[in-house]
């Protein structure tokens, strides 16, 4: 019978090199630098299988410290209602907005950027992106920073 998770801090340089190579696979998804599991195992020389093996059982210390904050730039029609569906897109995902810029819609569009804290975040953030994108009048979805 397993009890409850441990935890250790451990040193990088410490750590079996595989899981300094998953955790910089995590890090490139969620910037953004790399938008596929594929591209960033391919990138830090790893499985896809190793990642996914690793990839809930390894983070970087500040990142159990505090959630992570992501910047999000949403292109929306300027339409009724759009931007609440991709609020609500985030809000589902347990995504906490904190931050809300939207600029005056030109040529019918309107760039909206929000920051937000992941920590109780359901699913990924590619997965986040691809669900705010297929909202009714979303034209992109992106990562600016996180």
């Keep these: 019978m397993s009890g409850p998770a441990k935890y250790f801090i451990v040193e990088a340089d410490a750590m079996p ?3 300094r190579k998953v955790a910089e696979a995590r890090r490139l998804l969620e910037t953004g630098e790399e938008k596929t599991v594929n591209g960033a195992a391919q990138a ?8 996914y093996k690793y990839k809930d059982a390894v983070r970087p210390f500040q990142d159990m410290l505090h959630g992570r904050i992501v910047t999000f730039q949403v292109l929306l029609k ?3 209602g759009v931007l609440s569906k991709a609020l609500n897109v985030l ?3 347990g995504v906490n907005i ?3 810029n939207q600029n005056i819609p030109v040529n019918g569009c309107a760039v909206v950027t929000m920051t937000a804290e992941t920590s109780t975040l359901q699913d ?3 997965e986040v992106l691809a669900q ?3 909202e009714t009048g979303v034209i992109r979805c992106e990562i600016l920073a996180g």
């Design 78 to 80: 300027d339409e009724p």
């Design 132 to 134: 705010v994108s297929a």
């Design 17 to 19: 090199e595989i899981f």
């Design 98 to 100: 904190l931050t809300i």
């Design 124 to 126: 990924t953030l590619e």
């Design 44 to 51: 830090v020389n790893i499985s896809r299988s190793a990642f």
């Design 91 to 93: 809000a589902d995902t």
